[in-house]
């Protein structure tokens, strides 16, 4: 009982991934410096591109310790059969990672306006740490017997479990927000476009595609 009031609560651990920052840093330095004196031009177009080759941007992470139990019976007619369940107790940590993918970007430079519209945040990975997984109570039944099958499918059920608990926590919200602050930060940073422009930068809601469409 102790283990499962200890274990059975989520461990959120929300933080930037912070490697891929300084790639966009020197992306967005080498394409984006619009002074008078710059041999090429650049435009929304080469900018994309830039982002394109980076491809997914992680900036949000939720970690999570859970406990989670198995149970099933044989069954006939949906009654089920006495002496067949089967049954496990399982803890395990997983962890999932939000954020956007530039390929539907759109960037637009008007005057001394630059305008990026960024999609919603997705869920880019989730994935649970197989070394640690503990089996307890695991109750075999000569009858119905526990098989590999029922572990895949069980984790298959808590992964879509926690990704829905995640979402419902405001993960992907946090994310656009995290994006946002990113990228407005790393072209603050550079003086060129400091000193010269506006930066303007939205996340474009499914909602919002779909009246566009």
């Known amino acids: 009982m102790k283990l499962l009031n200890i274990l059975g609560k989520s461990k959120k651990a929300i933080g930037g991934i912070v490697a891929i920052i300084i790639f966009i840093a020197a992306v967005f330095y080498a394409g984006m410096l619009f002074g008078s004196d710059h041999e090429a031009e650049v435009t929304s177009t080469t900018i994309k591109n830039q982002l394109i080759e980076i491809n997914e941007l992680a900036v949000y992470s939720y970690e999570y310790s859970k406990v989670g139990k198995f149970s099933d019976n044989l069954t006939f007619h949906g009654w089920d059969i006495p002496l067949t369940q089967k049954s496990f ?43 640690s997984i503990e089996v307890y109570d695991e109750t075999n039944n000569v009858f119905n017997q526990i098989s590999i099958n029922d572990y895949k499918t069980f984790a298959t059920k808590e992964k879509d479990k926690n990704k829905e608990e995640a979402i419902a926590n405001g993960l992907l919200e946090k994310a656009d927000e995290r994006v946002k602050e990113v990228l407005t930060t790393y072209l603050q940073s550079i003086p060129d476009i400091k000193d010269n422009y506006t930066v303007n930068i939205t996340v474009k809601t499914q909602e919002q595609k779909n009246t566009d469409d």
């Open 89 to 131: 107790l399982i803890t395990y940590n997983g962890v999932l990672k939000a954020g956007i993918n530039f390929e539907d970007t759109k960037i637009t430079v008007n005057g001394d306006t630059i305008n990026i519209e960024l999609p919603e945040s997705t869920i880019l990975s989730h994935e649970i740490d197989e070394s």
